[in-house]
């Protein structure tokens, strides 16, 4: 999740004439000391994961995950990097920027697969005035996050729904100005659920005219890649984020399936993008058909503080997804 700060470091910095064994071999015998070594062998990891990305000639198969979030030690984990120093941090801050330019002053979002709710507790700071309902199917991770809601102060604002968000007839609040899934598609287990999914997503675009924002992985060409993003871009995290990241990645759609998917079952095709240089975030969306939100954002956005890392996340997230609006 800190990937967006060194995506494309490494491309402009490995020099080009050297094989990347070799180059490995140089920064070990420049650099022996072991806390140096790490320093250099990171960005040349990185460079090598991004070229075998790039010239892979074959994209393995999707495998959905193989438990649920909240019966692994990865639900915790997942939701320890949401805090303000957590490696998701700067993509929440990414995220709430994004849907905070498609709700109106007083607007309600409607978010599918809210998990622990701690992106919904960010985006109810950053945007006081709004109201925000989340669908969350697991019992275990809407408990988790109702106390995360409780927690912050923001019962009154964050209501937290049971269901499951390929059926939301019944669950949807009345008034719906936008409608988000972040890091939540790659949890379906097959197709047939992300078409029931999206075609949800398609009823309340017609029904409302809201504004859709989708953000999610987008599964890489390579297994070993899914198995090295976790230490090249948030070594420090516990080990149950860097299993459930791999999980991810391994389980997600990938953007031609994604805008393949959304351009059928939304009543427009949305507007999409795929990470420049290493291709593993994809983002999604439909501006609402009201025309007021734009200003709501300006007036009513509060930019949360964010640490130093968060900060350069943020500004990388919108180098690699440049058509996304900052």
């Keep these: 999740m800190d990937a967006p700060t060194t995506l494309e470091a490494p491309l402009r910095h490995t020099p080009a004439d050297l094989p990347l064994a070799d180059v490995r071999s140089a920064a070990l015998a420049h650099d022996p000391a072991p806390a140096r070594r790490t320093r250099w062998l990171r960005p040349l990891r990185i460079a090598e994961l991004v070229l075998r990305e790039a010239f892979a000639r074959e994209a393995i198969e999707r495998t959905p995950e193989p438990e649920a979030m909240d019966a692994s030690e990865g639900a915790a984990a997942f939701d320890r990097e949401g805090e303000a120093g957590g490696a998701l941090a700067g993509v929440y801050a990414f995220n709430a920027r994004a849907l905070s330019r498609m709700l109106p002053r007083g607007g309600t979002l409607l978010d599918l697969g809210s998990g622990s709710a701690r992106f919904l507790v960010f985006l109810a700071r950053c945007r006081p005035d ?106 420090d995290s516990a080990a149950a984020f860097k299993a459930n990241s791999r999980d991810s990645l391994l389980a997600a759609f990938s953007y031609g399936e994604l805008r393949e998917t959304l351009a059928r079952q939304l009543p427009e095709a949305p507007r999409g993008a795929c990470a420049r240089v290493l291709r593993l975030y994809q983002a999604h969306w439909l501006a609402p058909r009201a025309t007021e939100a734009e200003n709501a954002h300006g007036e009513c956005f509060a930019a949360p503080a964010l640490s130093r890392q968060a900060e350069r996340d943020l500004r990388g997230l919108h180098g690699i997804l440049p058509q996304v609006p900052a």
């Design 130 to 235: 709004v109201r925000i309902y989340g669908v969350e199917l697991s019992p275990a991770m809407r408990a988790r996050g109702r106390a995360a809601i409780v927690r912050a102060g923001l019962p009154d604002r964050i209501t937290l729904l049971a269901g499951d968000m390929t059926e939301l007839e019944q669950i949807a609040p009345r008034r719906v100005d936008a409608a988000s899934a972040i890091f939540s598609l790659h949890h379906l287990p097959d197709f047939e659920h992300l078409r029931r999914c999206t075609d949800q997503i398609g009823r309340l675009r017609a029904a409302h005219g809201c504004g859709v924002w989708i953000f999610d992985h987008a599964r890489p060409r390579l297994r070993r890649t899914a198995f090295a993003f976790p230490d090249c871009f948030t070594p």
